[in-house]
């Protein structure tokens, strides 16, 4: 399913990902769920984080893993990561060591710069958010 948004403001911008945060757990209970960001500096990548993390870990105090890589967030009845990986140098070395597998496998992960992933596992949710303007948005969600 594709969906386009265009967003005027932060609010709007996490309303978009609280919305794919609620859709998802109607139309993939029980899964595990993998979301992909794209978007330049700027774009409200961690705004949308922060609406997707309202839903899945509420009250999760959200900011960008840009130094820490991933932000744990467990005050859902699964747990939430958060990664930011655009200061990994080397993509495969940078997540082993971040032990990225076991991530993978024992809760929801939503990726910052997810360009920068060698890979995407089957079933990955596409976002890419691109700044149209000084306060406009568009929003494209592929899942």
Known sequence: MKKIIESF?????????QDLAKALLEERSGEL???CLTGDLGAGKTAF???????LS?????????YTVVNEYLRGPVPLYHFDLYRL???DDGLDSIGFDHYLESG??????SE????RPEGAVE??????GEDCRLIEIDY
């Open 89 to 91: 140098e080397d993509s």
């Open 49 to 55: 984080v922060r609406g997707f993390s309202s839903v």
């Open 108 to 113: 929801h992960c939503i990726l910052e710069w």
């Open 9 to 17: 403001s932060p609010e709007m911008t996490e309303a978009a990902g």
């Open 33 to 35: 769920f993998f979301v």
């Open 116 to 119: 920068f992933l060698p890979f």
């Open 127 to 132: 976002v890419r958010i691109t700044k149209r």
């Open 58 to 66: 509420p009250g999760s105090r959200v900011k960008s893993p840009t």
